[in-house]
């Protein structure tokens, strides 16, 4: 029932910032754990970032850590991804997904995907 649609993807160079939103409808992110994840062509997905449902609890991936910032506002249904000091390793479709489960990295705990954003970041 729930649908999720990301937006704030582009085109940005190495060092630069980017911030991509995740906006639900149908259903209300209240009470769900909701993550991002991307995926390069060819790759498996990965995770990247997560929230619990209270906003009590957050998880990265090492890869990001202290350079991405997750946050939801569930009065907005909106989860946002900051992402600072972008790499060329960043590129990547990024996906946003809705929680089910309480493993919050794992991505079989999420159940609703949208269809994601690309980020490319240039050297």
């Known amino acids: 029932q729930m649908q999720l649609l990301e937006s704030g993807g582009g085109l940005v160079q190495a060092g630069g910032s980017l911030r991509l939103s995740c906006k639900a409808s149908?259903?209300?992110?209240?009470?769900?754990?909701m993550g991002w994840f991307r995926q390069v062509p060819g790759k498996e997905r990965e995770f990247v970032a997560a929230i619990s449902w209270s906003g009590g609890t957050t998880s990265y991936a090492d890869s990001v850590r202290g350079r991405f910032t997750i946050s939801r506002d569930n009065a907005g249904n909106t989860v946002t991804l900051q992402m600072n000091s972008l790499k060329p390793e960043d590129t990547a479709r990024y996906y946003c997904?809705?929680?089910?489960?309480?493993?919050?990295?794992?991505?079989?705990?999420?159940?609703?995907w949208g269809q994601g954003t690309e980020v490319t970041v240039s050297s």
């Open positions: 997904a809705k929680g089910s489960g309480v493993r919050l990295r794992a991505e079989t705990s999420y159940d609703v």
């Open positions: 149908g259903r209300n992110i209240n009470g769900w754990a």
